[in-house]
C-alpha cells in the first residue's frame, strides 16, 4: 500500500498582509500554465436577517451586470472568455468567492479585471430588478429539486429557524422586498479589505511574485473597515425532524447529527468517521442499502463545518415503500459504528482521503479554495503536506472516539420530501 507521506510534492506559499488589511497569499506552482486567482469575502447568509434573506447572493449575481470599465454583462463575459480562460462565484452561509482561471501569462489581465469587477459595480437599478425575476426562478429551480433540497431542510431541522438554518437564497418575499440602496449599503458594509482574502495558486507566468503584489496592492484600493460579526444562534440541543410532503418519483431522506466548527480538530476524524460509513463505493452505508438490499441508487455520508458548529449527515434517495427500512439501516449503520471500527476501515479511508486530496491539488482552483479557506475561518493555514499528516496520524480509537461522542440519538435531525410519510412511524424508529 502506498504511503503518500513519501510522495515529496512541496507547496510553499507566502502571505502579506496590505496596509488596507487585505491578505494575498500566493501560491506558486511553476509545473502549471494556468493560474487561479480567488477574492474570498467573509460574508454570507449568515449575517443577514430575515427581512433581507439572500441578499449576500443577490449581490453576487449583480457584480457580474456591469462595471464602469465594462458596463454590460455581455462585456463582462467577453473579456474572460477573450482570454480562453472561464469565472465564477459562489455563495455560502459564511463566505462568497469570485474567481478567474485562465493562462498564467494573463494574469496581468485578470487581477485587474477582478479588481473592476469588485471595486467598481454599476448596480444598475434597471438591472437590479430585473435580477429579482432570475433569482425567484432559481429558488423555483432548486425547489424543484428534491435531492438538493432534502439537504437544506436537514439543515433547517438541525439548526432551527434562523441565520444558519435558513437557505443562502433566502425566501421569495425577502428577494422581491429588497431595495436598491439596501444592496448598496451592504456592500459597502461587508465588502472591505479585512475581510477578504486574494489568493493566486499556480504559474505565475512571467511576473514576479513582487510584481505581483504590486499589481494587487496598486487595483485593490478597498476600504478599511471592522469586519462585521455573523448572527449568533443558539441551537436546538433535541431531536428535530423536517418531513415534507411532495409528488417526487422517489422519497429523499437525510440523516445526521450535529458536528464540529471548521477550527475544530475533531474535524479530521469525524470526516474519516463518515468516509468509512458513506464516503465511497465500499463503505459501510453503500454496501448495506444499495449493494445487499438494493434499496437505493445514491447513498452517501459526508460532513459540513462553520464557524461554530456543523453536521455529519447521511443521505439517501429510495423508493416510497422502503422509507423506514433505508431508515433503520442508516440509523444502525451510526449505532454500530459507535461499538466497532476496523483497522482496516481505518487505513482504507486514509488512502481515499489523501488520493482524493493529491487529485483535487492537481487543479489550480482547488488550490486557491484551500489556502484562502484556512485563511478567513481559522487565520492559520495547513499546506497539504500538514493536512495529510494529520489524517495519517489518527489511529482507530480516534475514530471510535469521534463516533461515540457525536452519534447521539438525543440529537438526531432527519428531514425528507416524498409523497406520504407516518410520523409515528419516524419517532418509532428513533426512539
Known amino acids: 500500500m502506498i504511503n503518500y507521506l513519501d510522495i515529496q510534492l512541496p507547496q510553499t506559499y507566502s502571505k502579506k498582509i496590505l496596509e488596507n488589511g487585505l491578505k494575498v497569499i500566493l501560491v506558486p506552482d511553476n509545473n502549471k500554465e494556468v493560474a487561479t486567482a480567488l477574492v474570498l469575502f467573509g460574508v454570507g447568509s449568515r449575517y443577514e436577517d430575515d427581512s433581507v434573506a439572500g441578499i449576500s447572493h443577490f449581490l453576487e449575481h449583480m457584480f457580474f451586470k456591469g462595471t464602469t470599465t465594462r458596463p454590460s454583462a455581455l462585456a463582462i463575459a467577453e473579456y474572460i472568455e477573450e482570454l480562453g480562460g472561464e469565472q465564477n462565484a459562489f455563495t455560502s452561509k459564511e463566505y462568497t468567492g469570485f474567481y478567474v482561471k485562465a493562462a498564467s501569462s494573463y494574469l496581468g489581465k485578470t487581477i485587474p479585471y477582478l479588481a473592476d469587477l469588485l471595486l467598481n459595480p454599476i448596480f444598475s437599478p434597471k438591472e437590479f430588478e430585473r435580477e429579482k425575476g432570475?433569482?425567484?426562478?432559481?429558488?423555483?429551480?432548486?425547489?424543484?429539486?428534491?435531492?438538493?433540497?432534502?439537504?437544506?431542510?436537514?439543515?433547517?431541522?438541525?439548526?432551527?429557524?434562523?441565520?444558519?438554518?435558513?437557505?443562502?437564497?433566502?425566501?421569495?418575499?425577502?428577494?422581491?422586498?429588497?431595495?436598491?440602496?439596501?444592496?448598496?449599503?451592504?456592500?459597502?458594509d461587508h465588502y472591505v479589505a479585512p475581510n477578504a482574502v486574494f489568493v493566486i495558486a499556480g504559474g505565475m507566468g512571467e511576473l514576479s511574485e513582487s510584481e505581483i503584489l504590486d499589481l494587487v496592492k496598486d487595483q485593490f484600493q478597498m476600504n478599511k473597515a471592522k469586519v462585521p460579526e455573523f448572527n449568533k444562534e443558539a441551537f436546538p440541543q433535541t431531536r428535530s425532524r423536517i418531513l415534507v410532503t411532495k409528488n417526487t418519483e422517489q422519497s429523499h431522506l437525510a440523516i445526521g447529527f450535529p458536528?464540529?466548527?471548521?477550527?475544530?480538530?475533531?474535524?479530521?476524524?469525524?470526516?474519516?468517521?463518515?468516509?468509512?460509513?458513506?464516503?465511497?463505493?465500499?463503505?459501510r452505508m453503500f454496501t448495506e442499502i444499495r449493494e445487499k438490499r438494493g434499496l437505493a441508487y445514491a447513498v452517501r455520508s459526508s460532513t459540513t463545518t462553520y464557524l461554530d458548529t456543523g453536521t455529519i449527515e447521511t443521505y439517501a434517495g429510495v423508493p416510497h415503500d422502503k422509507?423506514?427500512?433505508?431508515?433503520?439501516?442508516?440509523?444502525?449503520?451510526?449505532?454500530?459504528?459507535?461499538?466497532?471500527?476496523?483497522?482496516q476501515e481505518v487505513g482504507k479511508a486514509k488512502q481515499i482521503v489523501k488520493g482524493r486530496m493529491l487529485l483535487g491539488f492537481e487543479d489550480s482552483s482547488e488550490v486557491a479554495n484551500h489556502y484562502a479557506l484556512g485563511e478567513l475561518m481559522t487565520g492559520s493555514i495547513l499546506t497539504k503536506e500538514e493536512v495529510i499528516a494529520k489524517y495519517e496520524a489518527l489511529t482507530t480509537n480516534d475514530i471510535l472516539g469521534v463516533a461515540n461522542k457525536y452519534i447521539n440519538l438525543s440529537k438526531i435531525a432527519i428531514s425528507f420530501i416524498g409523497p406520504k410519510i407516518d410520523e409515528q412511524s419516524v419517532e418509532k424508529i428513533i426512539s
Open 323 to 343: 422509507i423506514y427500512e433505508v431508515m433503520e439501516a442508516i440509523i444502525g449503520q451510526y449505532l454500530q459504528a459507535r461499538e466497532t471500527i476496523t483497522d
Open 134 to 188: 432570475v433569482i425567484v426562478q432559481e429558488l423555483n429551480m432548486y425547489e424543484d429539486m428534491p435531492m438538493e433540497m432534502v439537504g437544506s431542510k436537514f439543515e433547517l431541522a438541525l439548526f432551527g429557524n434562523n441565520s444558519l438554518g435558513r437557505d443562502v437564497i433566502g425566501y421569495r418575499k425577502s428577494i422581491e422586498g429588497l431595495s436598491h440602496d439596501k444592496l448598496v449599503s451592504y456592500k459597502q
Open 259 to 283: 458536528g464540529v466548527d471548521y477550527a475544530n480538530p475533531d474535524r479530521y476524524a469525524l470526516k474519516m468517521l463518515a468516509l468509512i460509513l458513506g464516503g465511497s463505493m465500499s463503505s
